[in-house]
């Protein structure tokens, strides 16, 4: 499929007027191959800061729905999945019990982050240099979905407060509501995107953007690519012990980004 795109790509590039057509042909091979990317974002600390609302709202909702923890220990949800987080707050009561009522969860959540909206978008704020490297991704023609341990609606709702959501195919990607366990979500929007858009997308084609080891992992379980973002609770030092295919302080530098993602 990737060959037949190239040569289409290329064929009707040789019917661009005289200059124009080298031009034009190496913008089209780009796009045909770019066309075969899936890049696949974190959210929380990658793409948006929430200002800690997030997570108010995620302990509130919580204790509603499954009382108050054993204990009193403060817990790291960094690169963690919503359903990870939950079995790991309760680990005296069992997943069977816990992950029964996660419908319920997620309706008190999204209810209780809606009401923090205009809480939300004034202590958070996108990343630096998110927008711009969103919309050169946009161009480029590569699809861009989700990879993060948000639950699915909860994922859409964040991305809509901080006015991002149109860039990214939320069909084509894989949440916490998917799996407790980080490292099956990369195989799962691979699978996703490959029946909504007719073609595989696997190995190096597949990209994963995040700040935490977790998303590093996840990425080489499935045989993808790393690129790691030192705007998490992650410095650069400590995701470089993780071998990530590139690592950046922040995404600003815009054409540095691109040509790590795009390979």
């Known amino acids: 499929m990737t060959s037949l795109l190239i040569v289409v790509c290329l064929h009707a590039a040789r019917y661009q007027p005289g200059r124009a057509r080298s031009s034009r042909a190496a913008e089209l091979l780009a796009t045909c191959i770019n066309m075969h ?13 929430s200002g800690g609302v997030a997570g108010e709202a995620m302990r509130a909702a919580m204790t509603i729905v499954y009382g108050s923890p054993s204990d009193n220990e403060r817990r790291a949800y960094a690169g963690k999945t919503d359903q990870q987080i ?16 996660l419908d319920e969860f997620t309706t008190t959540y999204l209810g209780m982050l809606t009401a923090q909206a205009d809480t939300f978008r004034s202590r958070g704020h996108v990343m630096a240099g998110v927008v711009a490297v969103l919309q050169r991704l946009h161009e480029a023609g590569p699809v861009q979905s989700l990879l993060t341990g948000n639950l699915a609606p909860v994922a859409r709702l964040k991305l809509d407060l901080m006015s991002i959501a149109g860039f990214f195919d939320f069909e084509a990607g894989a949440y916490g509501s998917d799996s407790p366990r980080r490292t099956d979500l990369a195989p799962i929007a ?3 995107a490959a029946r909504r858009y007719g073609r595989e997308f696997s190995g190096a084609d597949v990209v ?27 410095g ?11 690592a950046f302080a922040d995404l600003s530098d815009t054409d540095a980004v691109l040509a790590a993602i795009l390979g």
């Open 37 to 49: 990317k899936l890049i696949l974002w974190d959210i929380d600390g990658t793409l948006l800061y």
């Open 86 to 101: 939950i079995l790991e707050t309760f680990p005296d009561r069992s997943p069977a019990e816990l992950l029964s009522r």
């Open 190 to 192: 691979a699978a996703r």
């Open 208 to 234: 994963v953007v995040g700040v935490t080891p977790h998303d590093i992992a996840c990425a080489r379980a499935a045989g993808a690519r790393a690129v790691a973002v030192a705007t998490g609770p992650f």
């Open 236 to 246: 650069m030092a400590e995701l470089a012990a993780h071998s990530p295919d590139a």
